[in-house]
Structures are given as C-alpha cells and as structure tokens.
C-alpha cells in the first residue's frame, strides 16, 4: 500500500492527466483514493466525472455530478457527453437546457455532442434550435461546430425534407417531464436568431475554416440523398481549395458512378486511387467492387478483390454479392468457401447475398448446410435471412420447409410476404397465395410492385381470371402502382393459358406502354397450347417486329407448323433461323444426387451410366404403358415416322434425370429435377404415371412453375 503522501501525489498525478488511466479500475481506484487524501473540491470532482465519462461509466458519473451543488463547466459537458454516448439523446438536450438556466456557457467542443443527440432524435427543430444558439454565441465559424451542423444537416436531407428547413413535430419528448418548458427554452434560442438555412451548402459557405471533413460530410451527405451533381461539384471544389481527396471521398462518390453504371468515370477514380496509394484500402476496394459490378463488370471486380493485400468481411461480401448479382453463381459459392476457409466470419448480409446462388442452382443440400450455419450462428431471427431461406427453399422445390420457416418468423417484411406468396404460386397454391396477399393487407403491410407481380402468377397458375382482374384494377386504384411489363406480362399469360386468345391479344395491343417480344410471346404459347395458328401467325409478325432475333417465336411458329403439317411452312422457318445463325436452346435438365449435381441434355448419351439409364426407361416405359400411357406424338414436331418419334420423347432430357435419379437413389426418396424450358406434354403425362408405378413424389421445376409428381396426378392439376 501506498504511503499517504504517495497516494497523494499519486492522485494529484493522474488529476493533472485524467488520460493516463487506461482501465475503468484504475478510474475507480483513483476515485477511492481520491476519497481518502483529498479534501472536497468542484475542480476535482468535475476531473473525477470527466474520467467516468470517458469509460463512459453513466452511473458512476451521475452520482458525482449529483453530489455538486453548482456544476462547473467541465462537470456538465461530461455528463451531456455520457448520455450521448450512452445513446440516452433525450437526457443529453435536458441537460444541456438546464446547464443553460444555471448561466453557465458551452464551448466549441460541446456542441457536436448536443448536435448528436439532435440528429438521432431526428428533430431537426431542436437541431436549428443548438445551430442557433452556436450562432447567438459567436461560435459559427468554429471548425468542429461547423463540420458538426454539416452532417446534421446531411442527415436530414435524407428525410426528405423539401422548401427549406421544416418543422418536426416534439414527439420524441412525450411523456417526458417538463417537456414545453424544454422545448421553450430552445425555442427562445432559436427564435433569437437567424436559422433559416435549407440546404449543407450554406452552412459551408458561413465557414472561413473548411477541412477534409467539412468537405467530405458534404459530398457524401450529398452522394447519400441521390444529389450526385453537387456531390461531384464539391469534389472539384475540394481540390480547387487544395485539399487533396481521401479513401472516405472516393468511398462517397465512387456510389454515385455505380448508380449511373459509368464504368469510364469509376476507372478515373480507381487510377487516381492507384496513383495515391489508395487501392489497398479495403473501403475502396469494396466500392471499387461494388461499383464494377453494377457496370456488369464482374471480371475487374475480381480483379480488383484479387489484388487487395488485405481483405475484410466487407470485401469478402461484396464480392460475393457482386457475382450473385452478375449471375455468376458458381463463383459466388466459391468465394463463399474460401471465405470461411480463411476464418472470416460471415455477417447477416454474408447469407442474404449467397443464398439467391443455391435458390437459382437448386442446390438444395448446399441450402440446407447454409441453414444450419445460420442457426448455429444465431442468424435465424434476422428477417432479411429468414426471407433468404423462405426463397431459396421455396425455389429448390420445399415448399413446406419455405412456409414453416414464414410462419416461424416473429415479423414479416414486404420482401417476406412477397417470398411466400410467389413460392406458393409457383407451386401451384394459388389460393393459398391470394389468402396470404390478403392477410398481408389486413396486417398493415402496402402491396408494392412486386408484390403484385406474385399476385398475378398465382392467378396465372391457376387459372383465377376474374380474381386477377380485381387486383389489376385495385393495384392502381387503391394503391397507386402502375402497372410495368412484368404485370401486363402475367395479365397476358394468364388470359393464354385459360384459352381467352382473343382478349389477350386486345389486352396487350391497348398497353399503355409499347409491348415487348417477351410479351407477345406469353400469348404465342398459348396459340401454341390451343393449337390456334391463325392468331399466332399475327403474333409473331408482332414479335418479330419489335424483337427479329427472338429465338423462341421462330421455335415455336416452325414447330406449330410441323404439327399441322405444313412441313414447307416449317422447313422455311428452320432455313430462315439457320441463315441468321439463330439456335434453339438446348433442352437441359438437372438433377443432384449425394451432393453432386448431373446434367442431361435431350438424346444425349454421354452419362457413364448412360446404359442403365437405357435399360431403367424401356423398364418403365413397359409399366406405364399397362397403365394406359400412349405417346403424345403430335407434341414432338419432326417430318418423321410415329416409331421415331416415340424413341425421340423417350430420350428427352427430364426423362434421362428422372431415370437417373431412380436407379440411384434409395426407394421412397423424393427426385428434384431442374429443366431449362417449359415441360412437354408427352413428358408431364409420362412423369404422373411414373410417379405412380415407382410410389415416389417427383418434383419437375420447369422456366415456368413447379410440378410435384405423386401417385399419378400433379399439383398444377394438368393447367401449365
């Protein structure tokens, strides 16, 4: 133990450097000392105080501020900076009135902490109320109260606030004590003065002093709130006052060339970066990545992640999102791996970006491994995740498994609903999606864009025209949503499949905005499915007008003309396609099993098991046919004999991965199976008889929606 008179030095010692302490026991130690060898003083005290704060130990501080019967200077900034900090913004401004009916005067420092409190409370009446008061005392020009209101100010355009500085209502002091009489008293202040600033730029044009960070809150204030032409405006500005741009400056704007996918002006930012040694940072790095990304640059936004010497979670998922983004799943997976490989934790937004690449890959297991990452890491209850998972489960075929995980959820967000009630269309639930659109609303949720996209796919589904009427009417009407390609795309198609050609084609010919070929061909499809050629010849003179490279309609036009046998019509189609190098896209099909994932291309033969796959198909070609199967020869279009074109259904593509997925997998097992276009009908009426002999659910997802195979029926109840 020290002496009396050491501990005395001791504590004189630390009173005169209160920064010296480094821990809060030392703080107390003092504190307990100070007790023992010193008699009681204001100064000290308020020095005692001013350490508690800076370990921000509230209490603590409170009790010595409590003991003063008149609070010096040093005791009341102390205390209005620990309730700041302590996020206890309201407590922070009572104070700060207070310490102003005591007489007593802040100073340049305080301000930024009052001006906090402001922000966070988003008032900006009390903020003009503190800008003020700064005014009133001479302390307008100060550095730190300047950049201070700046990014007050920033904050606050965020919020949209239009025709100068409006009024926020003092809600956030309800039930508070004294309430009027605080908002009085920084009413007089304000009112005493000339606060009528409506914009970032005039606080910076009232400072003599400007720095980095002046300028910096501006642009990316700015940057933030879409002002993108200021934003730059005041970058040149910045090197006009020979202030030379930092790693925060080219992480602001750097956004803004990403927002406008000006690839051009985003390389100057990287080179000026290179050029100041900046492109290590990991900030820069990760805007440089977002920004190539948007700019659909995915190979120099690896480049540019490659080339980091060291690489932070932020990094990592921008990464990772941008080649999710750029449909470059695999990677994305990739780079997934190698983050965890170099110990680098995944975040909440880790999982929302990774999980889109296993919901379009179907990768199901890999899904499921994320899942239990996400549990195990205690990311379950974050609802941007937990929406993640409905989407991914609900896209690789496990519709229950994506409701389960929706109804689990404590709060459902627009993106949540959404997830649930496009899974459950594509699966063929369309009631049950229109029930849950509707609880949507009753639950106070605003339908928005593509929440009515959902809609209109659950209709289309099952074939509810006049529900999807009503809500077409109703988006606009009583929410005020016009309707986008997307909507008159699913309106189209949902008239197509209920054989409503004619009014389909009335619907898209009287849109308020120019149809697409994507549009039209929604309705040559359903020409196709109802074998009405006439129409679908004026349709495609329509497609081929606005798109004359589309392959699907030349497809679909030759094949319709095959299968009335007008072979001419259809061989100069095929000629056409192949003077104009146009190709159909192959018809593809995948299937995973024991983790690893199969491809199977029509006729092809390539498989190492391509043999058994043989045998297994003549095997349940046999079975079905004893339950009544006959080819649906007339689907496959081709000028040739029945016997041919029987062998040619039999070899197509769901079928191979279907016959794949039997031999190789344990009886019982549910088949996942992915194609790359729409299921033919030889091929559905097959996949129900099959599902029937094997006693197994079959789950085909086709470009369109899901169809779960079992005991000889689908659940799109043969309506796709």
Not at 392 to 398: D, F, I, L, R, S
Request: hydrophobic share 40%.
């Amino acid at each position: 133990m020290p002496s009396s008179s050491m501990a005395k030095t001791l504590v004189k010692t630390f009173l005169k450097s209160p920064h010296s302490l480094k821990t809060k026991i030392q703080a107390k130690q003092l504190h307990a000392q100070f007790l023992k060898t010193q008699p009681y003083s204001p100064s000290s005290t308020s020095i005692l105080i001013s350490i508690y704060t800076n370990f921000n130990l509230l209490q603590h501080s409170l009790f010595l501020f409590n003991s003063l019967n008149s609070p010096p200077f040093l005791a009341w900034k102390s205390i209005i900076k620990c309730y700041s900090s302590s996020g206890l913004f309201a407590n922070s401004l009572t104070c700060f009135v207070k310490m102003r009916s005591f007489g007593v005067y802040p100073d340049h420092t305080m301000f930024p902490f009052v001006i906090k409190a402001c922000v966070f409370l988003k008032n900006l009446r009390l903020g003009e109320s503190i800008h003020g008061c700064i005014i009133r005392m001479g302390l307008d020009f100060d550095l730190f109260a300047g950049n201070a209101l700046l990014n007050m100010y920033a904050k606050f355009q965020s919020l949209q606030l239009t025709g100068g500085c409006k009024v926020f209502a003092f809600n956030v002091f309800d039930g508070m004590p004294k309430r009027d009489k605080l908002c009085g008293r920084l009413a007089q202040e304000r009112d005493k003065s000339v606060v009528g600033l409506d914009s970032v730029a005039k606080v910076l044009e009232t400072m003599p002093k400007r720095d980095v960070v002046s300028y910096n809150t501006v642009i990316a204030g700015n940057a933030q709130n879409g002002l993108y032409e200021e934003a730059l405006r005041m970058v040149r500005e910045m090197g006009n006052a020979n202030m030379k741009p930092d790693s925060f400056t080219l992480s602001s704007v750097l956004p803004i060339f990403a927002e406008h996918v000006d690839v051009m002006k985003g390389k100057e930012i990287h080179g000026y970066a290179i050029r100041h040694f900046f492109d290590s940072d990991c900030y820069i790095g990760s805007s440089l990545i977002d920004m190539y990304a948007n700019c659909a640059r995915i190979e120099d936004s690896c480049r540019v992640f490659n080339l980091l010497s060291k690489r932070d979670d932020i990094s990592w998922n921008s990464i990772i999102a941008a080649c999710v983004q750029n449909a470059v799943f695999d990677e994305g997976l990739k780079l997934f791996r190698r983050m965890l490989t170099a110990k680098v934790k995944p975040r909440d937004v880790t999982f929302s970006s990774i999980m889109p690449a296993c919901a379009y890959l179907t990768t199901l297991h890999l899904g499921k491994q994320l899942h239990g990452y996400i549990i195990r890491g205690g990311f379950d209850d974050n609802v941007f995740i937990a929406s993640s998972l409905v989407d991914m489960y609900a896209k690789c075929g496990n519709i229950k498994a994506a409701r389960w995980i929706f109804d689990q959820m404590e709060h459902h967000d627009m993106v949540s609903w959404t997830a649930i009630i496009m899974g459950l269309a594509l699966h063929g639930h369309g009631r049950d999606a229109l029930s849950l659109f509707k609880q949507m609303e009753k639950d106070g949720v605003k339908p928005n864009y593509v929440s009515y996209i959902a809609v209109f796919t659950a209709c289309s589904h099952a074939g509810l025209t006049d529900e999807a009427w009503h809500f077409f009417n109703s988006m606009s009407q009583n929410h005020g949503i016009k309707p986008g390609l997307e909507h008159y795309a699913a309106m189209a198609d949902l008239l197509g499949r209920a054989g409503k050609l004619n009014e389909a084609y009335e619907f898209i010919s009287s849109m308020h905005i120019a149809p697409t070929g994507s549009i039209w061909s929604t309705l040559l499809s359903a020409c196709r499915v109802h074998k009405n050629l006439e129409l679908a010849e004026k349709v495609a003179k329509e497609i081929f007008k606005v798109d004359p490279e589309n392959v699907g309609a030349y497809v679909l036009m030759s094949n319709m003309y095959a299968a009335s046998r007008r072979w001419k019509e259809a061989a100069k189609m095929r000629i056409f396609m192949k003077k104009k190098g146009i190709r159909k896209e192959p018809a593809c099909s995948w299937i995973e099993v024991k983790n690893k994932v199969h491809t199977f291309i029509s006729g092809d033969k390539s498989h190492p098991l391509y043999d058994r796959i043989f045998q297994a198909l003549k095997d349940l070609l046999e079975q079905i046919e004893r339950e009544g199967y006959i080819p649906e020869t007339n689907e496959d279009f081709h000028d040739v004999d029945e016997e041919q074109k029987k062998y040619m259904l039999f070899s197509h593509s769901e079928r191979l991965a279907l016959a794949f997925g039997i031999i190789s997998t344990p009886a019982g097992t549910t088949i996942r199976i992915t194609k790359n276009i729409r299921v033919c009908v030889d091929c559905h009426t097959a996949i129900k008889l099959i599902s029937k002999v094997v006693e197994r659910e079959i789950i085909v997802r086709d470009n369109s929606r899901f169809h779960h195979f079992k005991d000889g029926k689908c659940s799109c109840r043969d309506y796709w």
